[in-house]
């Protein structure tokens, strides 16, 4: 049982910057993907950015520019860094990781909050 747990996030102004992190309980080189998603009420979670285990990254359109995402192996840990925020950045961030066990398997942190003011 992977455990993920997202800190970093709160109230920011348009403009500034933010980096969430996420730690696993587990070896972040077990993991096929990890990726950062974001919800807001009433809308599906949709993906922010990932990063494979080799280091690629993608990012959603919407955020390309802004966003950064990295992985520390040693520490175990998934950050986004996120630029010249938005109110429309505002939502729920999660962590989520896949892992490949019997099948291939999700794992998703509890989310934390990012709101931006304009």
């Known amino acids: 049982q992977v455990q993920l747990v997202e800190s970093g996030g709160g109230l920011v102004q348009a403009g500034d910057s933010l980096t969430l992190s996420c730690a696993s309980s587990m070896n972040i080189i077990s993991f096929n993907y990890m990726g950062w998603y974001r919800q807001t009420p009433g809308e599906q979670r949709v993906l922010v950015a990932g990063?494979?285990?080799?280091?690629?990254?993608n990012y959603a359109d919407n955020v390309k520019g802004r966003c950064t995402i990295s992985k520390d192996n040693a520490k175990n840990t998934i950050d986004l860094q996120m630029n010249n925020l938005k109110p429309e950045d505002t939502a729920i961030y999660y962590c989520?990781?896949?892992?490949?066990?019997?099948?291939?398997?999700?794992?998703w942190g509890q989310g934390i909050q990012v709101t931006v003011s304009s």
């Open positions: 990063i494979t285990r080799y280091g690629t990254p």
């Open positions: 989520k990781v896949n892992r490949q066990e019997v099948q291939l398997t999700e794992y």
